[in-house]
């Protein structure tokens, strides 16, 4: 299997700011690691993704950051906006996937 | 991308009752998973449901327990056996219709509360 953690279970930050999301996987056979995101009753909705031969991909505003060697992963919210407030969480695996323990973000007006 | 709807959206059930939950996707998915976010909590991979065999499941969760079935490549569905409150959850069925590392996408979950 795989342990999935993240580093803070709630971050705010100012509308306007960039926010960082961090999170910490287990297992080093995990090659595909993707971000959800989930608002309050709703499912979880995916928001970018990367294989573990990459160390960076971009999407609109978002940004995902994989370190291998120390089993780290980080999605980057550039602008974050008050539409950006929920619950993230990443997911790590191949096959079938391990959710982390997720991060409330909370912004600010 | 999949859309992907679940029935029941939510149920409040008696102890010792089992519930179906169906999950209904509008086109032909390679992959199917079955899985669990009890409140406040992350998601647990309960299963993936394999088209014409049995499905796979995670450690701590038991066929007898959780049958599942999949008898195409659009439907499937999970039964809870033999509830207890303890299972009170919200269930989550999600696929990947491209397959190996591409998107996997969710339904909207069946929340379910055992008396």
């Known amino acids: 299997g795989e342990s999935v953690g993240l580093h803070l279970p709630t971050l705010s930050v100012q509308e306007g700011d960039n926010s960082i999301i961090n999170c910490a996987y287990s297992n080093s056979a995990s090659d595909y690691f993707i971000w959800y995101k989930q608002e309050s009753g709703k499912g979880p909705q995916f928001i970018i993704d990367i294989r573990s031969n990459m160390d960076k991909r971009q999407g609109q505003r978002v940004t995902v950051l994989l370190n291998k060697t120390v089993k780290h992963l980080s999605l980057q919210i550039a602008a974050t906006q008050p539409g950006d407030s929920a619950v993230y969480f990443c997911?790590?695996?191949?096959?079938?996937?391990?959710f982390g323990t997720g991060t409330s973000l909370t912004v600010i007006p | 991308s999949a859309v992907i709807s679940q029935k029941p959206s939510r149920d409040i059930c008696q102890r010792g009752t089992s519930l179906t939950i169906q999950c209904q996707v509008d086109s032909q998915v390679t992959m199917m998973f079955w899985y669990r976010q009890q409140p406040g909590q992350s998601l647990t991979l309960i299963a993936t449901?394999?088209?014409?065999?049995?499905?796979?499941?995670e450690s701590g969760f038991v066929i007898d327990k959780f049958p599942i079935s999949r008898p195409n490549l659009t439907f499937s569905t999970l039964t809870v056996s033999n509830m207890s409150p303890e299972d009170s959850s919200i269930y989550l069925c999600?696929?990947?219709?491209?397959?190996?590392?591409?998107?996997?996408?969710f339904g909207p979950g069946t929340r379910l509360t055992v008396l």
């Open positions: 997911a790590a695996g191949g096959n079938q996937f391990y």
């Open positions: 999600s696929v990947r219709p491209a397959g190996l590392y591409n998107e996997q996408f």
């Open positions: 449901a394999n088209q014409g065999s049995e499905a796979t499941y």
